[in-house]
Nanobody, 124 residues
C-alpha cells in the first residue's frame, strides 16, 4: 500500500523554523522524485520544492529560495523540508508528493501519489 505521511507542521512565530518530514512506504523512494507543495487559505496549490529521482537536481520556488532546504534519506524512506526564517505568507497546508522516475520539475499534474498534508501556521 502506497503511503506518504507528512509530519512536523505546527504554529511558529515569524522568523522561526520548522522541519517537515515526508515518510513514504509501499514504493522505493530512490526511484521517485519528491515534491513539496503548499496551499494557503483561499489560494491554489503551488510548488515549493522538488528533488529529482534521476539526478541530484533540486528546484525551489522563488518565494522560498535561501530559506527552505529539501533533502532526502533513501535509506530511511524519508524526505525533509527544512524551513527557516518563516514568514506569515508561508502559512499553508504542506503536501508531499511522488512521481516515478521524475525530474526536479515536479509538475503538479504529473505526480503519482500524494500525502494528506500538514498544517503550518506562522503567526505572532
Amino acid at each position: 500500500q502506497v503511503q506518504l505521511v507528512e509530519s512536523g507542521g505546527g504554529l511558529v512565530q515569524p522568523g522561526g523554523s520548522l522541519r517537515l518530514s515526508c515518510a513514504v512506504s509501499g514504493f522505493p523512494l530512490q526511484y521517485y522524485a519528491i515534491g513539496w507543495f503548499r496551499q494557503a487559505p483561499g489560494k491554489e496549490r503551488e510548488g515549493v520544492s522538488c528533488t529529482s529521482a534521476i539526478d541530484d537536481s533540486i528546484k525551489y520556488a522563488d518565494s522560498v529560495k535561501g530559506r527552505f532546504t529539501i533533502s532526502r534519506d533513501n535509506a530511511k524512506n524519508t524526505v525533509y523540508l527544512q524551513m527557516n526564517n518563516l514568514k506569515p505568507e508561508d502559512t499553508a497546508v504542506y503536501y508531499c508528493s511522488a512521481e516515478r522516475y521524475g525530474s526536479s520539475a515536479c509538475a503538479e499534474h504529473t505526480m503519482d501519489y500524494w500525502g494528506k498534508g500538514t498544517l503550518v501556521t506562522i503567526s505572532s
